[in-house]
């Protein structure tokens, strides 16, 4: 269909055409002799549904249609606008979303001692897959798995002979596979542990290195060496020479920790790209991290030179353990953050998607230079480990004292790069457990820091339930340390799980055999006892971790110093735009103390205790004057006030990313 214009204006349709909206104009809209208006020239043709493009310009440029369209047409742009401007801003000022390895503690599984599914007397992945349970109850969503790679098991799993397989003791691959997905089923994530370092003699690479296969040659690191003489004075932490002569190869091999654990030769790209091989393999499984085990001792300094003594005068045979020497070439080598920050770049790769972020957390014990701890950190533009266990904590056993508690705290907190976020570690299958070491008295404080504090609080398997140390005797020892030496065994806090007061206290139940005794106390200690007893230690963990995921706080706070002495440690958390505070007392020293806090103006002159470590006290008023605490007692006490305590205290407070919370929307923002 088309149309022509008229030489005097006015439209034609061609034939066969009909108008559906014609009707007789001038009959039925004008009189006749009304004056003509410009366009009166088609006015016979009227707007009508599915017109053809001629007839619709025509009326398109009319003022009657025009003005409506442009106006509708700003109208959508400018909501537009409106709208990405709106987002934009909402993205600007939202804090970022806290990760999974932040919210939850870190619950670390020792699969030896976790649970025995088999009855062969070693816990195993099928037994810790029977007690994810447990997790749900505690709230707790990341778990770390010590390791469970195939092994010689000389250094129970740290010695690894094959990176890409599971221990026939601790079951098969498909084990493994079926755990994570029930682990991720129930919304549990799963930290491997992973051991860059070194692999057991056994391994396919040592092998062949020794026999000097050209492609393995440099896998590990060689020096020349006869059986007497060793290339320097190098230690083992295990104690003795870090050096052991192989007759095969003719040549001394590195081993920082025991003979069966040769050192890899990180400085070999080779090694490295076979490390971030083993990486993806398991990533791509789908685990959800990783705790880099021993990271500080990957690479050594190629000149080989003798380390210098602590005492120079030790006559040089004595010098035989850790302590005896200045780490100067055998740790936190220059290199060392660039080995980490490629793993962590192939992490990240695996992060992209939603709810897949893929966390690191590194293990380097630096003792009095915490700033070497820092590193781990990483740079503001290079990222490495979300973060490095922080074991300062470990040491308050050597000083029970508000004092010294603040002190560790402080520790951490003074020395950690801006914005990054803390964490909390009292016990590890390489540590006394809190419990024994500190005292019982403390168990239930200790707990109550961790959970209070910002940044992740790190719960070795049974702190839930204040396990302690089992005794061990020269002819039960199990650990290779402490067949060197007695009072180094880490046996003592690796002990059978106690689930219950049955036979081995449930760690299983088809024979009596257990691979370490179980704790004389397991009757009264026992998950089943401590669930539903109101005042248990685990009962207390339960609410306090609760309550830090629950109260904005704590997880996104600010926190503050108040006041510390012999026997208290007493800090805050608070959020801007929130009323809800939580002021905590600690005592930590060896008497009862009473703490008066009235020089604190931002705290209401009375303070309820929402909970206390000793039942009886929870929901008592005090005066701020006077707050009484027993020793190893703690106390969370909540108040509301708008006032905040950390703009005129700044130098006491510390918060890891600042927000404040709207509170009539319930929206955070940055702030
Ligand atoms: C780490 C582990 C420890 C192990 C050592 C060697 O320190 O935590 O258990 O013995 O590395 O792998
Ligand atoms: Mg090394």
């Not at 001038?26 to 009227?46: G, I, L, M, R």
């Not at 596979?177 to 991720?184: D, I, K, N, P, S």
């Not at 504090?453 to 061990?472: A, Q, R, V």
Request: glycine share 6%; with cysteine.
């Amino acid at each position: 269909m088309s149309f022509r214009r008229k030489d005097s204006g006015s439209v034609e349709l061609e034939d066969g055409v009909s108008n559906p909206a014609f009707q007789d104009a001038d009959v039925t809209d004008s009189p006749p002799d009304a004056p003509k208006e410009p366009d009166s020239v088609y006015t016979q043709v009227k707007p009508y549904a599915g017109m053809p493009k001629e007839v619709l310009l025509l009326y398109s440029s009319q003022a009657r249609y025009r003005v409506p369209r442009e106006i509708l047409f700003w109208l959508t742009v400018s909501c537009t606008l409106a709208l990405v401007a709106v987002t934009v801003t909402i993205i600007a000022l939202s804090p970022p979303c806290l990760g999974w390895w932040q919210i939850s503690p870190v619950y670390q599984v020792y699969p030896r001692s976790f649970k025995d599914s088999d009855g062969d007397g070693v816990g195993d992945l099928k037994g810790i897959k029977e007690k994810l349970d447990h997790f749900h109850n505690l709230n707790i969503k990341s778990i770390w798995i010590s390791p469970f790679y195939r092994s010689p098991m000389k250094d129970f799993g740290y010695d690894v002979e094959d990176f890409r397989d599971v221990d026939p003791l601790f079951g098969t691959m498909e084990d493994f596979e079926e755990l994570l997905a029930e682990m991720h089923k129930n919304g549990l994530k799963l930290i491997m542990d992973f051991i860059p370092n070194h692999s057991s003699d056994r391994h396919r690479w040592f092998n062949l290195s020794r026999i000097r296969d050209p492609v393995y040659e440099d896998y590990y690191v060689w020096a020349d060496c006869n059986a007497t003489k060793k290339p320097n004075n190098w230690v083992s932490i295990f104690g003795n020479s870090s050096w052991t002569y192989d007759e095969v190869r003719g040549q001394c091999y590195l081993h920082q920790f025991l003979k069966e654990q040769p050192d890899l030769n990180m400085r070999n790209p080779a090694v490295r790209k076979e490390i971030i091989d083993i990486i993806h393999f398991w990533l791509s499984k789908g685990v959800d991290g990783f705790r880099m085990d021993a990271v500080k001792h990957m690479l050594e300094a190629t000149h080989l030179r003798d380390e210098p003594q602590v005492d120079p005068n030790k006559p040089p045979e004595e010098v035989t353990t850790e302590w005896d020497l200045f780490h100067d070439y055998t740790t936190s080598q220059v290199g060392l953050h660039n080995i980490l920050q490629e793993f962590r770049a192939e992490m990240e790769s695996y992060s992209r998607e939603p709810g897949k972020y893929r966390f690191m957390v590194t293990e380097s014990y630096d003792y009095e230079e915490v700033e070497k701890t820092m590193m781990y950190y990483g740079t503001p533009l290079v990222k490495e480990s979300d973060f490095p266990f922080n074991f300062y904590l470990l040491d308050l056993p050597q000083n029970t004292s508000g004092l010294w508690a603040k002190h560790l705290v402080d520790l951490w907190m003074s020395n950690m790069p801006r914005g990054k976020w803390p964490n909390w570690v009292v016990g590890n299958h390489d540590k006394s457990r809190i419990a024994s070491s500190v005292g019982k008295t403390y168990v239930r404080v200790i707990n109550m820091l961790l959970l209070t504090l910002p940044g992740t609080p790190t719960t070795y398997y049974g702190e839930e339930i204040g396990m302690e140390n089992i005794n061990i005797t020269a002819d039960q020892v199990q650990d290779p340390f402490g067949k060197y030496n007695l009072s180094n065994s880490r046996d003592p806090q690796r002990s059978p799980m106690q689930w219950n007061g049955d036979m081995n206290a449930g760690f299983n139940n088809q024979t009596n055999v257990t691979w370490l005794p179980v704790h004389p106390d397991y009757k009264s200690v026992n998950v089943e006892v401590q669930k539903d007893s109101e005042g248990s230690t685990m009962f207390q963990y339960n609410f306090l971790n609760s309550l830090r995921q629950s109260e904005l706080p704590f997880l996104r706070g600010w926190f503050c110093y108040v006041r510390a002495n012999a026997d208290v440690f007493s800090y805050l958390r608070e959020l801007d735009g929130l009323k809800e505070a939580y002021l905590m007392v600690l005592n930590f020293g060896k008497q009862a103390s009473t703490t008066d806090f009235s020089s604190v103006q931002d705290l209401p002159d009375q303070l309820q205790v929402l909970m206390s470590t000793n039942p009886a006290n929870s929901g008592k008023v005090f005066q701020k004057s006077g707050v009484p605490t027993e020793p190893g007692e703690g106390l969370v006490i909540r108040y509301s006030t708008y006032t905040r305590f950390h703009p005129s205290h700044s130098s006491e407070c510390y918060v890891s990313e600042k927000a404040c919370l709207l509170e009539t929307v319930g929206v955070l923002y940055k702030c």
